[in-house]
């Protein structure tokens, strides 16, 4: 099986532009007793509509659609990696992240005071993600199980050139010089 992370289609356009290379995340309904966590060293980008609301993001151009329905067809175009991932617990240090995401304030605010599933209020995970572009999208069609609010998806396994097709969405030398300002703004060392 592969697995998936389910995140708004705006935000995946964000991260599929080199616009954006984090991912915040509190949780979802169905997480579990223990909440949220990066739990996945890699996995594909699975773009949703459900939640994609034009007052939670500051930019980012989209039509509101219904969510996806059972034998629509998924065409999934990015395989990320994640650099580090960390929980953040000082909102000073949440709101230095601004410029690296399309997110406005008040729904990364409303996520980082939110309690429950295994998260306390004043805290929020943080994932500093590395994108490739599938240059042979993988199409495969929606299914029940990958609705609801989780976080992860376990897909089928992809057909095998997927993955060798897979080229970064920002230049080496340019996620380097935002990487390192990222891993400072969240207090981590990368190499």
């Not at 909440?35 to 993001?57: E, I, N, R, W, Y």
């Not at 993988?138 to 990958?146: A, C, D, G």
């Not at 976080?151 to 992809?158: D, R, T």
Request: hydrophobic share 45%; aromatic share 12%.
């Amino acid at each position: 099986m592969a697995i998936a992370f389910k995140e708004w289609q705006v935000v995946c356009d964000a991260l599929a532009s080199g616009r954006q290379a984090i991912l915040l995340r509190k949780g979802g309904i169905h997480e579990g007793r223990e909440g949220f966590s990066f739990a996945h060293d890699s996995f594909f980008l699975f773009p949703t509509k459900f939640h994609a609301q034009l007052d939670q993001v500051r930019e980012g151009d989209f039509q509101p659609e219904k969510e996806w329905e059972i034998g629509d067809l998924i065409v999934i175009q990015h395989h990320v990696e994640v650099l580090f991932a960390v929980t953040l617990k000082n909102w000073d240090d949440v709101a230095a992240l601004l410029p690296y995401h399309i997110y406005t304030e008040q729904t990364v605010r409303e996520r980082f005071d939110w309690s429950g599933k295994g998260m306390a209020a004043g805290s929020i995970h943080l994932a500093l993600v590395k994108v490739s572009k599938l240059q042979t999208p993988w199409r495969l069609e929606y299914e029940k199980r990958f609705g609801g609010c989780r976080s992860w998806v376990e897909l089928p396994e992809p057909p095998a050139e997927v993955l060798k097709s897979a080229v970064p969405v920002v230049w080496e030398a340019d996620f380097q010089e935002i990487s390192r300002e990222i891993a400072r703004l969240a207090g981590r060392e990368i190499s």
